[in-house]
């Protein structure tokens, strides 16, 4: 028992300074919310777009552009359906995860603390990456929901992900996890 409050009591300094709406985030089990996400590169410019978010525990998660681009995960395997190409490409959600650790940070919010130091700064928090190849983020909550994040991925782009309405459903819509991918899409990868 005595060990256990001692490690309560240095446990507290980690947790302490940062805000309320940070430590209930990895309690959240739904999270939907519409969306924009802006990019600015050297290359492309400033670039935005919107849609719809919806992620739930256990790798879940449905994103759809308002330009018709899907991404969808059962958990297992994630699976991007591009109308404007008629593609679709399907692989293992932890193959996605390890190439895009951002990713794993939005289907599993518990494992930020293996992959980074976090600091409040001010009514956001900062995460240092702990290994190489991930991202630095910064990012703002509030009432235990996420609401905006910022990194700058491996090509030198500033990006923003912006959640304008964040909100926990009771529940998701029935096959909202499912890929709806029609039966003439041509599939961009072999297990598809």
Known sequence: MRAFCLAAV?????WSGLPAWWTA??????????????????????LA???????????KLRVAYD??????????????????????????????????????LLLEPARIGQLYRAEAAGEAVTLTPKQ?????????????????LEWTDPTGAKQRLELLDARTPASAPAGAFRPDVPAD????TRNG
């Open 10 to 14: 240095l446990a507290a300094p980690l």
């Open 25 to 46: 985030l990895p309690k959240v089990p739904i999270l939907a919310s519409r969306f924009r996400q802006e990019s600015d590169s050297a290359v492309f410019g400033k």
């Open 49 to 59: 777009r919107e849609g719809d978010l919806l992620l739930a525990r256990g790798g």
């Open 67 to 104: 330009s018709g681009l899907k991404v969808t995960s059962d958990g297992h395997y994630l699976v991007q359906y591009d109308p404007d190409t008629r593609t679709a490409q399907r692989i293992e959600l932890a193959s996605a995860v390890r190439n895009f650790p951002l990713l794993g």
């Open 132 to 148: 190489a190849g991930v991202p630095a983020l910064k990012v703002w909550g509030r009432k235990g929901l996420l609401r905006a």
């Open 185 to 188: 899409a041509r599939w961009a």
